[in-house]
């Protein structure tokens, strides 16, 4: 059975205060206080008793185009004070180029990529930053064991690499890719998106440890709720350690 957060998993908190949200961010959220955080299911007064542990989180929220990354990495930043980085932002001009000409990256086109990705989030710790939060499809297992090793060229031993996959079926993502406007990925790409994707499975979950599966089929409001519940669960269970 895989680690899927469930709406029924939604329990009071009780934590410490949240940090100071960082100065400057990498990516283009506003570190104004998210306006959702208040009216969220959770009740705010204990959200804002949350408590970021002194562990330096890379959260990188994953899944195919259309399930939500932006949106949810947007609101996980803002909440936790984290910088945010977009990686579609991180493509070099071929790869954009390829994708609204409507052809699938390949292994080739995205190695760079996911590297860079890996480097920036580092790049924010080294800065100051608390954590940060990365949007990337990272489709493959490999990519993701990629991403992976930023664990390794991590000078701070309380770093953390954690993999928020937002679950969803392809009529879903067609029906919000669809709805989308003024972005490069059209609904044609994820027939192949999905054909690249290896879901986390049970092996990669339980020996690995680092991934929170979020079902992203509800509404705006329910999926950022089930987001923050798999993300306090990450931040808990390192203050643990
Ligand atoms: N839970 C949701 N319910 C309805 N629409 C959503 C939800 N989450 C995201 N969207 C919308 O779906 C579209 C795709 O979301 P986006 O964050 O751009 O996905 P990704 O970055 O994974 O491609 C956007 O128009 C967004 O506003
Ligand atoms: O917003 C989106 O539609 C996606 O984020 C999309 O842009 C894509 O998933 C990757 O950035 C492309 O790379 P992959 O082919 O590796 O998913």
Redesign the pocket.
């Known amino acids: 059975m895989l680690q899927t957060v469930e709406q029924s998993h939604l329990k009071p908190l009780h934590y410490a205060p949240p940090p100071t949200p960082p100065t400057s961010n990498t990516g283009s959220t506003s570190n104004t206080p998210n306006t959702s955080y208040t009216s969220s299911s959770l009740n705010s007064a204990k959200a804002a008793e949350m408590s970021i542990t002194d562990h330096h989180h890379i959260l990188i929220v994953t899944g ?3 399930c939500g ?2 949106t949810i990495a947007k609101y996980l930043a803002d909440r936790y004070g984290f910088d945010y980085i977009e ?2 932002e991180f ?1 070099p001009k071929a790869n954009i180029d390829k ?1 609204a000409a409507g052809i ?2 390949n292994d080739e086109d ?1 190695w760079d990529w996911l590297i860079l990705l890996r480097d920036q989030a580092l790049v924010a710790l080294k800065d100051g930053a608390k954590g940060v939060v990365v ?1 990337c ?1 990272a ?1 493959k297992k490999k990519y993701r064991d990629v991403i992976r090793t930023a664990r390794l060229y991590n000078e701070d031993p309380n770093a953390n690499v954690h993999f928020v996959y937002l679950r969803a079926d392809k009529e879903t993502l067609l029906a919000r890719v669809r709805a989308r406007q003024g ?1 490069y ?1 059209k609904d044609a790409m994820v027939e192949s ?1 999905f054909a690249a994707l290896e879901e986390p499975d049970e092996a990669e979950c339980k020996q690995l440890k680092d991934v929170e599966i979020v079902d992203v089929k509800g509404t705006l409001q329910e999926v950022q709720d089930l987001a923050t519940v798999a993300v306090d669960k990450v931040l808990v269970g390192t203050s643990r350690q």
């Open positions: 195919p185009a259309g990354k932006s990686g579609d493509h994708m699938p990256l995205r949007t499809s489709l972005h990925m998106q």
